[in-house]
């Protein structure tokens, strides 16, 4: 493909006129919305709003006022539109690891009250880290097992008559491999199990069918793929059938079934808001607001499906094009794109960090994946065909030039 084809596409790209919604550092290719999305242009004057006239003026009068108290409902029920979830049923709080405790424990308590011998946690050892060591201090406290498939391939071989819960991310953070989330919920359900995801790296990149997948409960995070900002509030959502069956274990009074009556015995509240900890943080959540907002302007669009051919459409280029030109680097996400998240991921033994830090100092923004993965996210809303061509010649000139060798770009950061 040509730069000129690339162009093309963008002329003709429904989707192009998106990109308005956000600030975009000029010259910048940003690669890395799956780690952290990029500033809504809705959002500077959003949070100032709260901050100036909500908490400024409002005060505590705000809670009810200005709508504070629901804004884990109001945020919750916009992303539940890109889940596949219905309204009332997704609540925003706390991060992703949390809610992940929150639903593996009430999975667990689900799956032993039906079968005490159902002891054991199946995941993958590729899952993202976070993930394993919540299960695994839950399986420490409550005496269960956590199973770890090497492959996806070997997921379903691990299901048995003593597994309780089966919990996967949707799209593998390194690898951008992404799961038949029916066919293993359908696992889970037919070894007698319950089926969580974390859609990490699926909500507002990927068409997601909670209900229509068969999901049992999920989790998903804020500051990815929907554009919340750093360190945004994530999100968690069960099933109606399973939502009043337990307690999830971090009972706090926001998820009491009347906050405000102060009594000193706790009633979960109704429904998906028992999931709620503590109080919601106000100026994240108004900045998450306008992230959602900005996946959400897809809808007159095509939504989800047109931004997932859009998504296909970038990493496909831009995966043909570094394979065309770049030898030395292994594709290490799926080639077919029912297998593919909306990232790219590319291998080498040796030379990844370096490499991605000279891609930083020319612009393009990715990131490295220890031990060997260049990484490389693609958000449909605000990349254009014509980034991705440029990115791919970019990793080309610096492998050509052998930039990457310069001593500034092997220091180690802490965040890689
Ligand atoms: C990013 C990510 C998280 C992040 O969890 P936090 O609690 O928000 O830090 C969790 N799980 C997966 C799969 C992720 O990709």
């Known amino acids: 493909m040509t730069r000129d084809d690339a162009a093309a596409l963008d002329a003709a790209d429904p989707l192009a006129p998106l990109r308005q919604r956000f600030r975009i550092p000029p010259g910048l290719i940003y690669l890395d919305g799956n780690s952290l999305g990029v500033l809504p242009a809705d959002a500077p004057a959003r949070v100032a709003e709260v901050v100036e006239r909500e908490w400024g003026q409002g005060l505590i009068r705000s809670w009810n006022e200005a709508g504070w108290i629901a804004l884990p409902q109001r945020v919750g029920d916009k992303i539940a539109r890109l889940v596949g979830a219905g309204p009332g049923e997704l609540v925003v709080a706390d991060s992703t690891s949390v809610n992940l405790y929150k639903v593996l424990a009430a999975a667990l308590d689900i799956a032993r009250a039906g079968d005490p011998a159902r002891t054991v946690i199946v995941s993958e050892r590729h899952n993202f880290p976070t993930d394993l060591y919540i299960a695994e201090s839950l399986a420490r406290e409550r005496g269960c097992e956590l199973r770890l498939a090497d492959t996806p391939e070997a997921i379903a071989a691990q299901l048995d008559s003593r597994t309780a819960v089966l919990m996967l991310t949707h799209v ?72 009043e069956r337990f307690w999830q274990p971090l009972a706090g009074w926001i998820g009491h079934a009347a906050p405000f009556e102060f009594t000193p015995g706790y009633r979960p509240a109704p429904g998906i808001a028992r999931y709620l900890c503590g109080t919601p943080p106000v100026l994240s959540m108004a900045a998450l607001e306008c992230g959602v907002d900005t996946v959400l302007a897809a809808e007159p669009l095509g939504g989800m499906r047109a931004l997932r051919a859009k998504s296909l459409a970038l990493t496909r280029l831009f995966a043909d094009e570094v394979g065309s030109s770049c030898p030395g680097l292994a594709l290490a996400s799926p080639r077919e794109d029912a297998l593919r998240g909306s990232q790219v991921c590319l291998r080498h033994p040796e030379i990844g960090y370096p490499v991605i830090q000279a891609l930083i100092a020319r612009g393009v923004i990715g990131d490295f994946r220890a031990p060997d993965i260049l990484r490389f996210g693609f958000t449909p809303l605000y990349l254009s065909h014509v980034e991705a061509w440029d990115a791919a010649r970019h990793v080309a000139e610096v492998l050509r030039t052998g930039e990457w060798r310069r001593p500034e770009f092997n220091r180690r950061n802490a965040v890689t």
């Open 172 to 243: 593998n953070y390194r690898s951008g491999r992404m799961h038949d989330m029916a066919a293993l919920s359908q696992a889970a359900h037919a070894a007698g199990a319950l089926a969580i995801w974390d859609l990490a790296h699926s909500a507002g990149a990927v068409p997601v069918d909670l209900h229509g997948a068969g999901a049992d409960m999920a989790v998903g995070c804020g500051y990815k793929y929907l554009n919340g900002g750093p360190g945004a509030p994530a999100f968690v959502w069960v099933h109606p059938r399973h939502v």
